[in-house]
């Protein structure tokens, strides 16, 4: 190290990217610096009074954040008797220098947020705080990782400190975010017959009163609809898509704001819209002209779908016709295997689907199949015929 210029110069047997990595690793080594040795060669060609200079820079980018350059550094291959050689050159004022004007950035910028969140705060746009204390405290990470960098190879003073309010602005947050209730207009009661809600309201309130531009979701199992409160703090959600076929039979509506928020705060399930399912019943006049367990197997299949066969020659049900049909694959030891064409037809009725069964005989395969057969599309033909 001669001043503020740190070389080294390295040789390899291998290859002359090999040499140029060596060097660059024993620049890093010399400043003690945190950033790996995972460089980007850049060639370039200079051309003076004609005569052409062939080069290769390379520019080092921190393996965490990869917006911190590694300015400076340049390889230069050296002639050697055997293998290859090469000269890594980094200039430090050049290098620290790159890394104080981040950090003096980033403090800007924390600040701004800082202010931001304040203002945020006041005007009641919680989410907007919310969104602005995380980038904040993302920055504030950042930062300490850079000084952390730059205390290897510069001395710091009190103009590094990073002083910020970010604590007591998530306190006054969490405080103000605390007094919010969610609950519904009026008493509900819903009956679904499928798997959607009708329309449905609910009202935001912080200390001061109704909450307008608050984001809130209404969830299962996933994220169905997400709305912002109007002027006088009520959200109006219309579901499509909620859980019908099995449970639980209940809506969690809480605000979209960081899980770590939520929890600090008591938000987390803010309310929860219960609601039950009255799955209608069908009634079919099915003709299946395979043998009893066969066309048994096929009736207790479609009951689990709400359809269950009528002989009532009176009843208006619709009338269903069950073809069935299998092609043979194989046999392994006693067991052989088929694919299974379904169809079932009626007016307006026109369900078709594939299932592989497996049995000793082609009758415990058809069963096998049958049971595997999902009838939610024939349901969902027959609800408006069988509604009505």
């Known amino acids: 190290m001669a001043g503020k210029i740190v070389t080294y110069t390295a040789t390899s047997t291998i290859s002359q990217e090999d040499a140029n990595n060596s060097a660059i690793a024993g620049v890093a080594k010399q400043v003690k610096s945190q950033i790996t040795a995972t460089q980007t060669l850049t060639k370039y060609e200079d051309i003076t009074d004609g005569k052409s200079v062939l080069g290769e820079t390379y520019r080092a980018k921190n393996n965490v954040k990869s917006n911190v350059v590694l300015k400076g550094v340049q390889v230069v291959p050296v ?120 329309a449905w309201e609910v009202i935001v309130k912080d200390s001061f009163g109704p909450l307008p531009n608050f984001p809130i979701i209404a969830r299962q199992s996933k994220t169905l609809s997400e709305r912002r409160s109007q002027k006088n703090g009520t959200v109006s959600f219309k579901l499509r898509n909620v859980n019908f076929e099995k449970g639980p039979y209940v809506i969690i509506v809480e605000p979209n704001l960081p899980l770590e928020l939520l929890k600090k705060t008591g938000l987390a399930s803010a309310l929860e819209v219960p609601y039950h399912v009255r799955k209608a019943r069908c009634e079919v006049k099915l003709n299946c002209d395979k043998i009893a367990n066969v066309c048994s197997a096929l009736e207790n299949a479609l009951s689990k779908k709400s359809i269950f066969t009528t002989t009532d020659e009176e009843s208006g049900a619709p009338e269903l016709t069950a073809e069935i049909e299998n092609t043979f694959r194989g046999r392994l030891g006693f067991i052989s295997s088929f694919d299974f064409t379904i169809s079932i037809k009626g007016d307006k009725i026109n369900f078709f689907t594939t299932a592989k069964g497996v049995g000793r005989n082609e009758v415990d395969a058809t069963i096998s199949a049958l049971r595997k057969t999902d009838f939610s599309a024939l349901q969902k033909q027959l609800m408006p015929i069988c509604g009505k």
């Open 79 to 198: 002639k050697a008797d055997k293998g290859f050689k090469a000269t890594a050159t980094l200039d430090m004022d050049e290098f620290t220098a790159d890394l104080q004007f981040r950090l003096k950035t980033l403090k800007q910028e924390i600040a701004n947020l800082e202010k931001s969140a304040r203002k945020a705060i006041e005007n009641r746009v919680y989410v907007n705080a919310a969104n602005d204390l995380t980038e904040a405290k993302d920055k504030v990470d950042e930062h300490n990782f850079y000084l952390l960098q730059l205390a290897e190879v510069y001395p710091l003073d009190d103009s590094h400190r990073l002083q910020h309010g970010l604590p007591e602005i998530e306190k006054l947050l969490v405080e103000r975010l605390s007094s919010i209730t969610i609950m519904t207009t009026s008493e509900q009661n819903f009956e679904l017959t499928r798997s959607e809600m009708p």
